[in-house]
């Protein structure tokens, strides 16, 4: 059992979507995921089975793509069957607006590290995204009995990187199915990242 004064966060990137292989921003918007996302999260339990990871509780954003990533996993690992899971709005990815559903490369700001680029056309801020997957976060880490498996988005770990290292600007590659590891001590009720893995290259 995870010490009660810090446990970890295994924090992962869905796998591939139509949208992402098309290059076209989803937000809170959906799609199915690929034959390639697919096998990144059988990837991502290969991961998870090599550290002995056994988690006490499985979170997966409202997001359709989030939620078969995680599927797919507990599919593969037996040992993951009886663990609870359940749907995380802190999870979600940022809503980006009007510009949901369109082309990355006709955006007029980086989807990656919009800032208040999303908010211009009805979507959140950086600011927003932060304060709802921190918020969110330390309070699921400060209920948790052990350590905690949550599948959530690109954008939504980017902004939670740079909240954590201010000034950052995230800089690991936020890859469909990496894993970032992340240790939560509950002395001082934070998030530190400790180790980022890489999806495998296919």
Not at 31 to 51: C, F, I, K
Not at 92 to 108: D, H, I
Not at 122 to 147: F, I
């Amino acid at each position: 059992m995870a010490s009660t004064k810090q446990r970890l966060l295994y924090l992962v990137r869905h796998g591939e979507t139509q949208s992402n292989a098309r290059g076209v921003l989803q937000g809170a918007l959906d799609s199915p995921l690929t034959r390639r996302g697919r096998q990144q999260a059988l990837d991502v339990a290969a991961a998870l089975r090599a550290r002995n990871v056994l988690p006490a509780l499985m979170l997966a954003s409202p997001q359709g793509r989030a939620q078969t990533t995680l599927e797919i996993i507990r599919e593969a690992l037996p040992a993951l069957k009886g663990v609870p899971a359940r749907i995380e709005p802190c999870l979600a990815e940022m809503n980006y607006g009007t510009c949901q559903g369109v082309p990355l490369a006709s955006l007029p700001f980086d989807p990656w590290m919009p800032k208040d680029g999303a908010a211009r056309f009805g979507g959140e801020t950086g600011r927003e995204v932060q304060l709802r997957a921190l918020g969110g976060l330390l309070g699921v880490m400060d209920k948790a009995s052990g350590n905690v498996l949550a599948v959530s988005h690109g954008t939504v770990m980017s902004h939670l990187l740079e909240a954590l290292e201010p000034g950052s600007e995230a800089p690991l590659a936020i890859e469909n199915g990496c894993i970032l590891v992340l240790s939560y001590s509950q002395t001082d009720r934070s998030l530190a990242l400790i180790e980022s893995v890489a999806a495998p290259r296919r």
